[in-house]
C-alpha cells in the first residue's frame, strides 16, 4: 500500500493520503484520544503516543503531532498504523448517528390526491425555477401536511419561497423538510439538540445565508453533533475553514456537553458552491 505524504503551513501538521477513500461523506475532527472512541482509524493514530489531533475526510488523513515529538520519529509510526487500520477492514467511522430501532415516516401513498397535487407542483414549476439557480429538487414524500423534499445546492436558499408556493396551491401543506428527516432521531429532541438548533437559527446560519447557504443539524448523539452543509456550503472550498473555525468552535461554546462535530455533507454533490478556486468567496466566520 502506497501512503503519499504532504507538509502542511503548520510544520506540527502533515498530511497522508492513502490513495482510497477514508470517509464516504463529510469530515470528521478528533482533539483527543476519548473524543477518538468513534473512529478506529482516529484511535489507533492516538495509540502511537505522539499524535495531538486526527482529521479525516474523503481522500485524506491528517495529523498534528504532540509538541515532545518530531516527524521524523512519528512517520513510521503513524504509516504502519494507517496500513494495519485499511488491512482490518474496519470502517474510519462508526456510525452513531442512526438508530437501527428507529422506522422511517410511512408516507402516503402516491393515489393521495395532495400527494398528486404536490409532485405535479415540484415538477412543473419548483424544479425548473430551482434549476434557473442552479439547483435542483425532488419529491420523496408526504405525510401529515409535511412534505419531504431533496433540496440540493441553490435550492435551499430558495427553501421559502417553495414552501410559499405549495401551501397557495395546496393548503393541507404544513411546512416542508430535508427527506433524510423522515427517520426520526430522538436526539433531535433533547435540550443539547434544543440549543445547537437555536444558535443555528439565531447566529449561523443568518451569516451563511449572505453566502447561500445554511447549517442543518442532522442529530446529536451523546457527546456528538452530526451537521449538514448546504446550498453554498456544500462543496465550497471553504467549507473546511467554516467548519472548524466557526460552526464547530461556536457549538463547542454553547453546549459544552459536545465534544466533537461531525460534517456528515457529501461535498461532491454539491452544484453551486459560494467559493471554488480562482473564483473568489470567503468563510462567513
Known amino acids: 500500500m502506497l501512503i503519499q505524504t504532504e507538509d502542511t503551513q503548520d510544520p506540527s501538521t502533515m498530511t497522508f493520503l492513502p490513495g482510497r477513500t477514508v470517509l464516504e461523506v463529510g469530515s470528521a475532527d478528533f482533539s483527543d484520544a476519548e473524543a477518538a472512541n468513534v473512529s478506529p482509524l482516529a484511535k489507533r ?4 503516543g ?5 482529521a479525516l475526510g474523503l481522500d485524506f ?17 503513524v504509516l504502519h498504523a494507517i496500513v494495519d487500520h485499511f488491512m482490518s477492514g474496519e470502517p474510519a467511522l462508526i456510525e452513531q448517528g442512526a438508530n437501527d430501532d428507529n422506522i422511517a415516516i410511512e408516507f402516503e401513498p402516491e393515489t393521495s390526491e395532495v400527494v398528486a397535487e404536490v409532485k405535479e407542483l415540484v415538477e412543473t414549476r419548483i424544479r425548473p425555477a430551482a434549476a434557473q439557480n442552479g439547483g435542483d429538487v425532488t419529491f420523496h ?6 412534505v419531504y423534499l431533496d433540496l440540493q445546492g441553490s435550492a ?3 427553501r421559502a419561497g417553495i414552501l410559499k408556493v405549495l401551501r397557495h396551491y395546496v393548503p393541507e401543506v ?4 430535508d ?17 445547537i438548533q437555536r444558535l443555528l437559527n439565531e447566529r449561523i446560519n443568518p451569516a ?3 453566502h447561500g447557504g445554511h447549517i442543518s443539524l442532522v442529530d446529536v448523539k451523546q457527546d456528538i453533533a452530526y451537521i449538514r452543509l448546504e446550498g453554498g456550503c456544500q462543496g465550497c472550498g471553504m467549507a473546511d475553514v467554516t467548519l472548524k473555525q466557526g460552526v464547530e468552535f461556536e457549538i463547542r461554546q454553547a453546549v459544552p456537553t459536545i465534544r466533537i462535530v461531525l460534517d456528515t455533507t457529501d461535498h461532491a454533490g454539491g452544484t453551486n458552491p459560494y467559493y471554488q478556486p480562482g473564483k473568489g468567496g470567503a468563510s462567513p466566520f
Open 45 to 48: 493514530l492516538f495509540q502511537t
Open 50 to 54: 505522539s499524535v495531538k489531533a486526527v
Open 61 to 77: 488523513i491528517r495529523v498534528t503531532r504532540s509538541d515532545d515529538a518530531d516527524w521524523p520519529a512519528l512517520k513510521g509510526a
Open 141 to 146: 414524500g408526504y405525510k401529515d401536511g409535511i
Open 156 to 158: 435551499v436558499s430558495l
Open 174 to 177: 404544513i411546512d416542508i423538510r
Open 179 to 195: 427527506f433524510r428527516d423522515a427517520i426520526p432521531k430522538p436526539g433531535l429532541s433533547t435540550k443539547e439538540a434544543g440549543a
Open 208 to 210: 451563511v445565508a449572505a
